[in-house]
């Protein structure tokens, strides 16, 4: 028999309850367990990158089987049911969409999911943290060099898509059969080579139900570059005859590299290349070009990147106006 559960208030939506039952008992009194807790919340529909592909193994071994781990990166609890995998045919159109559970499934915020169709091979092929986040299902066909891989939500918009190569592998791998490609940051662009690598041997070369060997956060630089003025006119009367690009960071150790282009793109001026930076200090653009040559009037852009050994970067693009004085 089945017993409804009455709140004295509504739940509210993107929030997570727990709920715990320390006394059920059977029909005659004995008890079944000593304590059970669930997680429970109103169930949402997935929108754009609610979900993403966090880590896919395409290529297995002969006898072994895809895998496609989902990420939830929302604050919402999203219904599985509601939401499909899919991959595209040669002429781009979406094919193969199945449903990702047949029964209601609860996805909670910043939980994985693991979605193949052996489960017990992913299981014993592979270290795996949570033996629950798991769902049999048959997934669609991914080819061993390139393919595609879509969720989708009920209404059919995509949520997250990913055009996998195996170039994005490792180059000094040997063999990248039964090796994942695990996404490196889940807030960066699915879509980017940069934001992908070979799952680690450590680990090894898959990290189902958990978080990648490969993951990291990048939090950018935590400092500030101006440039002025903003228009400089070079002709040496002493005024703005040169722009000035200051910089501020909260710790010594990152390194710039300036470069200057004109208004379509062409490079004109190496300014600096790799220069080693102090926590504040300048550089400085004479308004000349890479052979000390005279540029044309009209507007620049100051490119700069910084970076520093623990894998910080952070770009900025300055325009600035070329002029001269009648």
Request: hydrophobic share 35%; charged share 20%.
């Amino acid at each position: 028999d089945k017993e409804n559960l009455r709140l004295s208030t509504p739940l509210a939506a993107s929030k997570i309850y727990t709920i715990t039952n320390s006394t059920i008992t059977d029909c005659v009194g004995n008890a079944i367990s000593s304590k059970n807790t669930a997680r429970v919340g109103i169930s949402q529909i997935a929108d754009s990158l609610d979900i993403v592909i966090n880590e896919i193994l395409f290529n297995p071994p002969p006898t072994g089987s895809d895998f496609v781990e989902i990420y939830n990166r929302s604050n919402k609890v999203i219904d599985l049911r509601q939401t499909y995998i899919a991959n595209r045919s040669s002429n781009g159109t979406i094919s193969n969409i199945t449903q990702i559970s047949r029964e209601n499934y609860l996805f909670f915020p910043q939980d994985f999911m693991v979605l193949t169709p052996e489960v017990a091979y992913i299981k014993a092929a592979y270290i795996n943290q949570n033996p629950d986040a798991f769902i049999a299902i048959n997934l669609p066909s991914f080819n061993d060099d390139n393919g595609n891989v879509v969720i989708l939500n009920a209404q059919g918009n995509i949520i997250d898509e990913l055009a996998y190569s195996d170039k994005w592998h490792f180059k000094l791998l040997d063999n990248t059969e039964g090796v994942a490609l695990e996404r490196i940051d889940y807030n960066a662009t699915t879509q980017s080579a940069d934001n992908w690598h070979s799952a680690a041997t450590s680990v090894g070369y898959g990290t189902p139900t958990y978080k990648n060997s490969q993951y990291h956060i990048n939090d950018g630089v935590k400092g500030d570059i101006k440039l002025s003025p903003e228009i400089v006119s070079p002709d040496n009367d002493g005024q703005d005859d040169f722009a000035t690009l200051e910089y501020n960071f909260p710790e010594p150790g990152y390194v710039a590299t300036i470069t200057i282009f004109d208004a379509v793109g062409r490079l004109v001026r190496y300014l600096q290349r790799n220069a080693l930076c102090g926590t504040k200090g300048s550089f400085k653009w004479d308004g000349l070009g890479e052979k000390n040559q005279s540029l044309v009037i009209g507007v620049y852009i100051v490119h700069t990147t910084i970076f520093n050994l623990q894998g910080k970067i952070k770009q900025f693009k300055i325009p600035l106006v070329l002029a001269r004085r009648n």
